[in-house]
């Protein structure tokens, strides 16, 4: 019996870890007020067209972010997790922003730079469709435009390498 419980209470916790927002569980047409109590304070609040938008990040040590986004009266118009293949590809580089990116992914995990490129490098883990540990490069020149962007795979907790 202990090891049912102990067991039930690993998956629980993963369910958590993954989505500890439960933010599927948010409806269409619930107030902002629901939202918050429901979810607890987002972890940054941007403008949209119409709206605004309630981002819920689990960056720089997770994998997820949901984006509710609200219509003028406050009411959830849309929820969804916006770490994925799907969603990276609407990255368009010569035209977005690094606002851009911000006000689709949230705060990135990582803001890098290498002397090989000037500017910043936005960094987001992410999880691919096939549960790989991923990381997301968007490459932002000086000007702050989006020049490229790409995924790369992220090697944790990977077998040593053996001769």
């Not at 119409?50 to 849309?78: H, I, N």
């Not at 990381?135 to 992220?154: L, N, T």
Request: glycine share 6%; net charge neutral; hydrophobic share 45%.
């Amino acid at each position: 019996m202990r090891q049912l419980l102990a067991v039930a209470a690993v998956l629980v916790l993963a369910a958590c870890a993954a989505n500890p927002y439960n933010a599927e569980r948010v409806p269409v047409g619930a107030s902002r007020q629901d939202v918050v109590a429901r979810m607890g304070q987002p972890t940054r609040t941007v403008a949209i067209p119409g709206g605004e938008r309630l981002q819920y990040s689990l960056q720089p040590f997770g994998q997820f972010a949901w984006m509710v986004d609200l219509d003028a009266a406050g009411k959830v118009t849309r929820v969804r997790q916006v770490l994925d293949t799907l969603d990276f590809n609407r990255i368009v580089p010569g035209r977005w922003t690094v606002d851009d990116v911000e006000r689709e992914f949230g705060p990135p995990a990582l803001v890098e730079h290498v002397s090989s490129w000037n500017g910043p490098i936005l960094t987001y883990r992410w999880r691919d469709i096939d549960r790989s540990d991923m990381f997301y490069w968007v490459y932002v020149d000086a000007a702050g435009v989006v020049q490229r962007a790409h995924p790369g795979m992220e090697f944790i907790n990977a077998p040593a390498d053996r001769n």
